[in-house]
């Protein structure tokens, strides 16, 4: 079975987190998820997920489409994770989240249809609209424990908005 669209797209996304990183830490890496909630205690890492889907009749597309589908707006947030609050926080962890953020930032800028350099995700899906986008993250953050994970976390969340066309029939 093939992967619904919502899947491919959180899977397309880690191996975007994965290749846009990596260049920073060669020598430890950086794991990438779509499991929600996530923690593991090798740092960096990035967990991502679908926070809302709405469908949109009369968004950014309206008109340009025919009756026979919908646009479905995604909301994706990743979250980037450089070490646990118990941790402290010190100059480096800081000075650390600030330079995968413009690294983040260069890199979903450079490759805006996101597709990957390699692996899998070398074309653009024919699913995605061309207004697909990073549209901000909340810089250097602690994010209060959830879900079984027991500390806060540090990083930066980035949200992207994904639109798509999906069949009504």
């Not at 430890?28 to 991502?48: L, M, R």
């Not at 995968?100 to 899906?125: A, K, V």
């Not at 209060?144 to 540090?154: C, D, K, N, T």
Request: hydrophobic fraction near 35%.
């Amino acid at each position: 079975m093939s992967d619904g669209i919502l899947l491919d797209f959180l899977k397309r996304i880690t191996a975007m987190f994965d290749e846009a990183i990596t260049p920073l830490t060669p020598d430890v890496g950086v794991d990438t998820h779509y499991e929600w909630p996530y923690q593991q205690g090798k740092f960096p890492y990035v967990v991502s997920r679908c926070s809302a889907m709405v469908v949109s009749g009369g968004g950014i597309n309206a008109g340009t489409y025919s009756t026979d589908v919908d646009e479905y707006q995604y909301t994706i947030v990743s979250r980037l994770v450089v070490g646990n609050y118990t941790q402290g926080v010190t100059t480096d962890v800081s000075d650390n989240v600030y330079n995968y953020i413009n690294q983040i930032e260069d890199y979903f800028r450079t490759h805006p249809q996101f597709s990957t350099d390699s692996g899998d995700f070398t074309t653009c899906p024919d699913w995605l609209l061309e207004d697909a986008r990073m549209i901000g993250h909340t810089g250097f953050a602690a994010f209060a424990p959830l879900g079984g994970i027991g500390q806060a976390q540090l990083g930066c969340e980035f949200t992207f908005i994904i639109p798509v066309l999906r069949s009504v029939y």
